[in-house]
């Protein structure tokens, strides 16, 4: 039986794509009207998800290759190897914003929102996403000095930084295309055009606020966390639980513009497209207090979910792809 080549590459960016793992993959400045605009920024050391890639963005706390896989500990950095230094990739600049900007990060669900039988004891939320920031990053910088510690007033931890936003990991839209129910409802009520970036799929986001104080003229470091625990006594092999975080270390470049005018929600375009839009609840929360900002509307899980099935015979291979497959 012969296959064609299209559908055997688009196979094996797909078994690609559910081995990988989340980082935020790119970044934007939300106009008032909640619109994406201007040119997208990157995390440090960026590889864009183009035909050939390896993955050298997931950044696991714990490591898998650590004794104990269960625990992080105080030596854990919070910047992956490649995230350490300021540094951009080429094709990959940072992103250019205002003080007091409004920006969406986006990151790719890759099944942990629309597939969650595949994670046995995982919270329905599918985890916080925390961002914190800076103006003085450290190279080595430790998760532990900063996660659950920074706080939103900055008197926290060392008191070298503030949290700037929490959110559900799942923000209550994105998906990835699958035949299960979470992504099938989900495509019909957040439906968009496939676009180069994302294929058919939703990408999830998390908006905020930089600080209205970052000193322009210089980068501004968002350290993002995705805190995504193992409950005790769910999955026969982490009987105690396990702790499971993945970071993305990224600069801003803060430049001051003419127009200072920043993001806020009265203007919020309702059925804008979703491919470049913040989401209305938490655009809405901007500028509110970190603990008031989180979306309380989280996903139960259907029955259908809690039919063992295997991740790489679920997923479609049969996409409409416009242009090169980036979004996988
Ligand atoms: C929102 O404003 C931006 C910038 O002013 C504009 O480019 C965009 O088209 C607007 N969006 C909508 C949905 O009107």
Redesign the pocket.
């Known amino acids: 039986m012969a296959f064609s080549p299209t559908l055997i590459v688009l196979f094996a960016l797909h078994i690609l794509s559910i081995n990988a793992h989340s980082w935020v993959e790119q970044l934007t400045v939300i106009?008032p009207?909640g619109?994406f605009?201007g040119t997208p920024g990157y995390a440090r050391g960026n590889v864009l998800r183009t035909p050939g890639f390896v993955d050298t963005m997931t950044y696991l706390i714990p490591p898998n290759s650590r004794q104990d896989v269960t625990s992080v500990l105080p030596v854990d950095n919070i910047c992956r190897e490649t995230q350490q230094d300021q540094a951009q990739t080429e094709g990959s600049p940072r992103l250019q914003a205002n003080p007091g900007a409004a920006i969406a990060l986006r990151y790719q669900e890759n099944g942990h929102v629309t597939l969650p039988q595949n994670q046995p004891g995982k919270p329905p939320n599918r985890g916080f996403v925390y961002v914190y920031g800076t103006t003085q990053p450290k190279t080595d910088e430790k998760l532990l000095d900063i996660h659950g510690k920074w706080t939103q007033d900055g008197k926290g931890g060392d008191k070298r930084g503030v949290l700037l936003s929490k959110q559900n990991f799942d923000d209550g839209r994105c998906y990835q295309v699958n035949d299960q129910s979470i992504s099938q409802t989900r495509q019909k009520e957040y439906a968009h055009n496939a676009n180069q970036l994302m294929g058919a799929d939703l990408w999830c986001q998390q908006d905020l606020r930089l600080p209205t104080n970052a000193p322009t003229g210089k980068p501004y470091t968002l350290y993002w966390v995705w805190d995504w625990p193992t409950k005790a006594g769910v999955d026969p092999t982490y009987p105690k639980g396990k702790q499971e975080i993945y970071t993305t270390c990224i600069d801003v470049d803060i430049v001051q513009a003419a127009n200072n005018k920043l993001g806020v929600s009265p203007e919020y375009?309702s059925n804008?497209d979703l491919n470049n839009a913040a989401i209305p609840s938490q655009f809405d929360a901007l500028g509110k207090t970190v603990s008031s900002q989180q979306s309380s509307s989280v996903t139960s899980m259907p029955t259908a979910a809690r039919e063992t099935v295997t991740e790489w015979i679920t997923v479609k291979t049969t996409q409409t792809i416009i242009g090169s497959p980036t979004g996988y």
């Open positions: 106009a009207n619109t605009i375009e804008q």
